[in-house]
């Protein structure tokens, strides 16, 4: 008997990308989770304990923006692909920066074996990336599977080499960073190419219409926000401006009903 995978309804990938646009925008829930993740990894690497770098591994948010780029590039939006991959630039700075800020309070700064295994990319590292992509991008398309596994697969491949790059930097271990940085771009190629993969063999190209739909509608939201920013802003500014004219006023009357300096020579 040959068991034959159910196919997905048109409703069902609606589901998949609208849960993808939503849990992959830059809001502010998404980079304290990623600073969060950053600064226990980065913590868990220099004590040279896996445990702990697990844990941190597994709040890291980076599997979201990855996957909507190989969505993007399948529906053929370009809106799709610039969102995430300016959201993961934005992380991959933000990891780095914290790893960096966090290491110049070691004062040791001899490299362990948990920093060092994420200076050296090798092939097996990237299958495992590609293996994890296949997982995560049919777990997302499956309602009834958990993407848990392997979201943390993602993120074991991902986010501890970037903490690394920022370790070796404060070492000012230069080749180092260069071998960290290159380990994060391939597993990132793998995942994305793995992930492209799977939404191709699934049709996701169909919910193009729904993408866009989603994209207006975030960005109707965040013109909105803008707006209302703006006019807290402008009624700040006006009350201040009132407060200060007050001021002046009161300030301006107070010296009016004070006698001049004539004034008073001649009393005398």
Known sequence: ???????????????????????????????????????????????????????????????????????????????????????????????????????????????????????????????????????????LARPNLSDVLPGVAINVALVPPLAVTGITFSALQWPLVIKSLEMFFFNLIGIVFAALLVFAMMRFFETRQVIEQKLRAEEKIIEEEHKEKQLEDLKQIKKTVREATSLLKKVENGQSREPSAETRDKKK
């Open 1 to 139: 008997m040959i068991l034959a995978p159910e196919k997905l309804t048109k409703t069902q990938k609606q589901a998949t990308v609208k849960q993808l646009i939503m849990h992959s925008a830059p809001t502010w829930d998404f980079y304290l989770m990623l600073a969060l993740s950053a600064a226990t990894i980065t913590f868990g690497l220099w004590e040279n304990n896996t445990a702990v770098v697990i844990g941190g591994m597994l709040i890291a948010p980076m599997l979201y923006p990855i996957m909507s780029v190989s969505m993007g590039i399948v529906v053929g939006d370009n809106r799709l692909i610039l969102r995430g991959l300016s959201v993961i630039l934005k992380s991959v700075i933000c990891v780095i920066a914290l790893a960096l800020g966090i290491s110049l309070f070691f004062i040791d700064k001899t490299l362990n074996a948990e920093i060092l295994s994420r200076t050296v990319p090798n092939i097996s590292y990237f299958l495992i990336a590609i293996l994890s992509g296949i997982a995560m991008a049919y777990a």
